[in-house]
């Protein structure tokens, strides 16, 4: 148990530096976490502007071919759906042929005979070739001309019968030869059927409407996924970045009220939360630091208030030894004693404010022994007993603990806790006949200890403060007899310290009740034994 308080006390010397350190790690292990998720943000940056425009890209080439060969299967006439036709230029095939058909058909309305002349059709076929196409004219069933004689041979035995003209824009389409065909039906003079084709090859390549449709989509697709990356690494990164960095500006400009709150899972949400705590701690950090101002302002107050008078009053006795007012034997002892008893008081008060300071910081040198509670108490009561009875105060003191109860506790530093709390019943006591109880329980594992007096009491509304630092009740306000306000504190923090607690019970104007409790010594070889059995 000793080594336990004494392990206690060297933690209350130390919290602070290892509060820090501990913090530092913190805030570090926080940093490397928040790297981390950033770090898996851009990968997943990085893999959507991959994966994204690829998967989209195949689903536009999927979508527009689908378009496409049913397009091309409405306008000729095909039977199945074919991707292979993507890459033939059908289309822009039969649109370069449009301009010379319609010239073709121009001439069948005009005058037809042009088309049995032979240097007219070679003109034709040059002006098809310039097309990559080339030039077919049948009479009834047989060949009459053509710009490509072992390419008509492949094809002539499949051309549709007369009857069959296609317009500019239609055509057929032969898959296996790799053909389109377009068809205007004319008369010869002798009154001969005829028929002249445009027959153009499909170059494997890519149709110029497609590539078109497909760099729209690609374009489009970019764009999507551009908008989309920026608005996501906008409003995930930018918008928290300048939300933080106009929350830090008002840290700077010192309002610590202006709350930076969200609902958001992540780093950011994690910053915002760790940027909130931050504030709230130094928004305290800064009211205690305002607080503890004001309270020292007013400590020095009060102490100045309270050594004012003793001083005053051993200048006057002084002065009146220098005068001769003291001019018998009696007056003169009267004199020194009150000097002296003054003197006490300014010693008490500067002792109290020198403790106050190692209250603050956390430095109360503590000296813990194995005390018998008797024993010690016994001392106490005689030693205020002295005091009590000048003051006209009758002390009553009760122990109904067992002789050999010890308690592990700083002898002095208790001591100040009985006298602090002593010297409050003396200093409120409104009574002529003044009562102060002292009464020592057993509480099993514990004892209490209650000091009673019949003074004016506290009021209930001021009873849950005393304990406070420099709290003082009204009635201690307008009391003659002061006091700094800290007595009390540094009773419950001297209590606390022992590993106990402290309250007060009290009614107006009958008396007030201090109660605290502190833990009994055992010996380790006793629970030992005791587990053993």
């Known amino acids: 148990m000793y080594a336990k308080v004494m392990r206690k006390t060297k933690v209350f010397r130390m919290g602070s530096a290892e509060n820090k350190r501990i913090q530092r790690e913190a805030i570090k292990i926080e940093n490397q976490r928040l790297f981390m998720k950033l770090r898996t943000r851009l990968f997943i940056t990085f893999a959507t502007m991959v994966i994204l425009p690829l998967v989209l890209t195949g689903i536009a080439y999927l979508s527009i071919g689908t378009y496409m060969t049913h397009t091309l299967q409405r306008e000729y006439g095909f039977e199945t759906v074919d991707y292979e036709m993507l890459s033939n230029s059908i289309q822009t095939s039969g649109e370069q ?6 010239q073709l058909l121009s001439v069948i309305d005009q005058s037809s ?20 196409s080339y030039i077919i004219v049948r009479k009834e069933d047989s060949l009459y001309y053509t710009g490509n004689l072992n390419a008509a041979n ?42 002249v084709f445009i027959v153009t090859p499909i170059n494997v390549q890519f149709s110029r409407s497609f590539l078109l449709d497909m760099m729209i989509a690609i374009a489009l697709i970019l764009l999507f996924t551009a908008c989309m990356l920026t ?124 403790f106050y300071s190692g209250i603050d910081s956390n430095r109360i040198p503590y000296n813990f022994h194995r005390i018998n509670v008797n024993e010690y108490f016994r001392d106490c009561v005689e030693e205020v007993g002295l005091e009590l009875e000048s003051e006209n105060i009758r002390l009553n003191y009760s122990n109904l603990v067992g002789p050999e109860v010890r308690i592990i506790a700083d ?15 003396i200093k409120y006591m409104d009574k002529k006949q003044g009562i102060i109880d002292i009464r020592i329980l057993d509480e099993i594992d514990s004892i209490r200890v209650e000091i009673e007096d019949n003074g004016k009491g506290i009021a209930a509304k001021d009873l849950s403060n005393i304990f406070q630092r420099f709290y003082r009740t009204d009635a201690s306000r307008n009391s003659s007899k002061g006091g700094s306000g800290i007595g009390l504190s ?15 019970t009290s009614k ?26």
């Open 154 to 195: 492949r094809i002539f035995a499949n051309l549709p019968s007369y009857g069959h003209s296609t317009g500019p824009d239609t055509g057929y389409y032969y898959n296996r030869l790799q053909k389109l065909v377009k068809q205007a039906d004319f008369t010869f003079r002798d009154g001969s059927e005829g028929s």
């Open 231 to 354: 608005q996501w690494i906008h409003k995930g990164v930018f918008v928290p970045v300048r939300n933080l960095n106009t929350a830090m500006q008002k840290i700077a400009e010192g309002n610590l009220d202006y709350s930076l709150t969200t609902e958001e899972k992540g780093e950011f949400g994690d910053l915002f939360r760790n940027y909130e705590d931050m504030r709230l701690r130094l928004k305290e950090s800064t009211e205690e630091k305002v607080e503890g101002e004001k309270q020292n302002k007013e400590l020095i107050s009060n102490i100045s208030h309270d050594l004012k008078t003793p001083i005053t009053a051993i200048k006057g006795y002084v002065e009146g030894l220098m005068d001769g007012v003291a001019d018998t034997p009696e007056k003169m002892t009267k004199y020194v004693r009150t000097i002296y008893n003054k003197a006490n008081d300014m010693d008490r008060l500067i002792n109290e404010l020198t």
């Open 113 to 132: 005979e042009k088309l049995e002349d032979m240097g007219y059709l070679s003109f034709l076929n040059d002006e098809a070739s310039k097309k990559a």
């Open 411 to 425: 002898p002095e530093q208790l001591k100040r806790v009985v006298n602090n709390i002593i010297s409050n019943c």
């Open 508 to 533: 107006e104007n009958e008396g007030t009740c201090l109660h605290f409790v502190i833990r009994k010594y055992r010996e380790v070889e006793n629970d030992e034994q005791n587990i053993d059995n």
């Open 97 to 102: 042929t449009a301009e010379l058909f319609h």
């Open 490 to 504: 540094i009773v419950k923090k001297i209590i606390e310290d022992h590993g106990g607690y402290i309250w007060a």
